[in-house]
């Protein structure tokens, strides 16, 4: 019985969109619900194509109440018999309240090489610290920010007169390749680190 994966987006998914697609064939698990936010999300148009459910809870209503906003989450996610969680570019922060129950089925990528840069605007700040190298990180998700245990990393080269617009479209086709490769073993259980190259 393969797993069922529900990916959380806030913008145009590029991470979702690889997962998708790495979950064919023999693959262990299958996506489920792709969730957002964000109703304008370019990647729930794109998962409604691919014939994926969606469901979207803009958190704007809720004015700063996160446990209405993830009790509402949690309301979409249940129909779904939801196995396994990604977090793929997914913008709000989740309380411990959400994420405990969650916990050792919730994966998120981060991109920076934890657990340097924590948080926003890490290839900003890997430039400004001259950086030689930078990457992501794809975790499981603890109520603490960006914390969890490591499950993989892929690490690229800064270059010369990087901005952190280049270093970030090195880093996020690494993601997609991290990922997936992430995913596939943790779906079967496999909790062993991916490290790229
Ligand atoms: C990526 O850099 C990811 O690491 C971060 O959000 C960015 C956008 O991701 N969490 P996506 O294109 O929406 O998947």
Known sequence: MSKRVAIFISGGGSNMRALVASMTGEHPARPALVISNNADAGGIAWAR??????????????????????????????????????LAGFMRVLTAGFVTPWQGRMLNIHPSLLPKYRGLDTHARALAAG??????????????????????????????????????????EQEHILYPAVLRRFAQGDHTQVMLP
Request: charged share 20%; hydrophobic share 40%; proline share 9%.
């Open 49 to 86: 194509a691919q014939g994926i459910a969606t469901e979207v809870v803009d958190h704007r209503p809720f004015k700063g109440d996160r446990t209405a906003f993830e009790s509402e989450i949690a309301a979409r996610l249940a129909p779904h018999a939801i196995d396994l969680i990604c």
């Open 131 to 172: 950086e030689t190298e930078a990457g992501c990180t794809v975790h499981e998700v603890t109520p603490a920010l960006d914390d969890g245990p490591i499950l993989g990393q892929a690490r690229v080269p800064v270059l010369p007169g990087d901005t952190p617009q280049t270093l970030a479209a090195r880093v996020l």
